[in-house]
């Protein structure tokens, strides 16, 4: 009994909800980007690239972790 009391309602917000949506969905497709700087610098880089920075960041990204790791270690080492 309760859809039968909401589907007036339903297709009452259905119309205005849809319009919402769709202009939405337009206007974040056709948004303009300012400039090529800023995804330059956050594009995926792979390993297999020519310029070998993603291997770079992942040796810094490793060697980071294993001091973490080691200044927990002493950490913990220190508290007990």
């Known amino acids: 009994m309760i859809i039968y009391r ?3 309602f339903l297709l009452i917000a259905a119309p205005p909800a849809i319009l919402v949506l769709a202009v ?3 206007g974040s497709c056709t948004v303009a980007r300012t400039s090529d700087t800023a995804t ?3 594009r995926a880089g792979f ?4 310029d070998g920075r993603a291997g770079q960041e992942l ?4 060697d ?3 001091v ?10 220190a508290q007990r």
């Open 6 to 8: 909401a589907v007036p």
């Open 24 to 26: 939405l969905a337009l």
């Open 40 to 42: 330059s610098t956050s």
């Open 47 to 50: 390993h297999s690239d020519t």
């Open 59 to 62: 040796v810094g990204e490793l």
């Open 64 to 66: 980071r972790r294993a």
């Open 68 to 77: 973490r790791a080691e200044l927990q270690r002493v950490s913990e080492e």
